[in-house]
């Protein structure tokens, strides 16, 4: 009788444990769905903010004299040649779109001794959401050198095959 008693104390108490365990359990994944809805807000606030500035690029470039409008953008300069004048960007805007990113994306502007100055220009400018073609365009080059330019930096920056889209995933993602 002693022992029933006890095992049953016993039983007693690995169903307290039990039910203390399923409390923090849910608990724990209340806790996690209101850290994950606060990350996916993030995300998409981010993701908001990135169209909203690659859209503003390109609607507030209304400069055609080869200087900077009014923001001193030459992202939205580079922009309005790709939609409005196609042409390669000159020296003088190449030179400003470096000064640019090396202030405002410094990780990208280190791997500049890590490429070609050929693949240094793709990348800055898929960096900044410019199209494969856009990037032809701007860098006087055909498309499928464009492309394997961004193959080959995708191996050099990676040490893995992988494809130019590939590498465009990876180059956004550099903060």
Known sequence: MLQIQQLEAENESKRNNLLALEQGKKDLDILMSKQQSKINALIEEKKELV????GKGRSSA?????????NG???????????KTPR?????EWNQLKLYIEEFYPQTFALKSVVSPFEFDVMILVRLGF???E????????????????KRMHEKLTK??????????YIKTLI
């Open 51 to 54: 169209t909203k500035l690659q």
């Open 62 to 70: 209304d400069s055609s004299d080869g200087t900077d409008n009014q």
């Open 73 to 83: 953008s030459i992202i939205s300069l580079l922009w309005h040649i790709v939609d």
């Open 88 to 92: 390669a960007a000159t020296r003088k």
């Open 131 to 133: 199209k494969p073609s």
């Open 135 to 150: 990037i032809a365009v701007l860098t006087d080059s055909s498309l499928p050198n464009v492309s394997n330019a961004r």
């Open 160 to 169: 893995s095959k992988g494809s130019a889209k590939d590498f465009d995933k």
